[in-house]
């Protein structure tokens, strides 16, 4: 599995953006999948993640009420979709697949050594 994140850019705050994270190789449908963030200087943290469908999702505290994960199986693809963007949103967005076998309704892991098959990251710039 490779996954690919794409859709970063420049934004004002309060703007929006919407990320995209396209895997190819095995279906997407088979794995949750992670989106996480770095600031520079700063460890990777996680921001959101989603299971086999929409129905089960998490947010980091920083991004809920704000931000958006969702899944089209048929694409392959899932979105974050980020609303109300903040400076302190500025960094390196990357996805990952949950190492694990998911089950629907299990609970999410945030640790970044949890995740697997990192794809190049897209970078998220929000001027304040």
């Known amino acids: 599995v490779q996954l690919q994140a794409s859709g970063g850019g420049l934004v004002q705050a309060g703007g929006s953006l919407r990320l995209s994270c396209a895997a190819s190789g095995r279906a997407s449908s088979d794995y949750a999948v992670g989106w996480f963030r770095q600031a520079p200087g700063k460890d990777r943290e996680f921001a959101a993640a989603?299971?086999?469908?929409?129905?089960?999702?998490y947010y980091a505290d920083s991004v809920k009420g704000r931000f958006t994960i969702s899944r089209d199986n048929a694409k392959n693809t899932v979105y974050l979709q980020m609303n109300s963007l903040k400076p302190e949103d500025t960094a390196v967005y990357y996805c990952?697949?949950?190492?694990?076998?998911?089950?629907?309704?299990?609970?999410?892991?945030?640790?970044?050594?949890?995740?697997?098959?990192w794809g190049q990251g897209t970078q998220v710039t929000v001027s304040s």
């Open positions: 990952a697949r949950d190492r694990r076998q998911y089950r629907s309704g299990s609970a999410f892991y945030t640790q970044p050594d949890m995740y697997i098959n």
């Open positions: 989603i299971g086999l469908s929409d129905a089960f999702t």
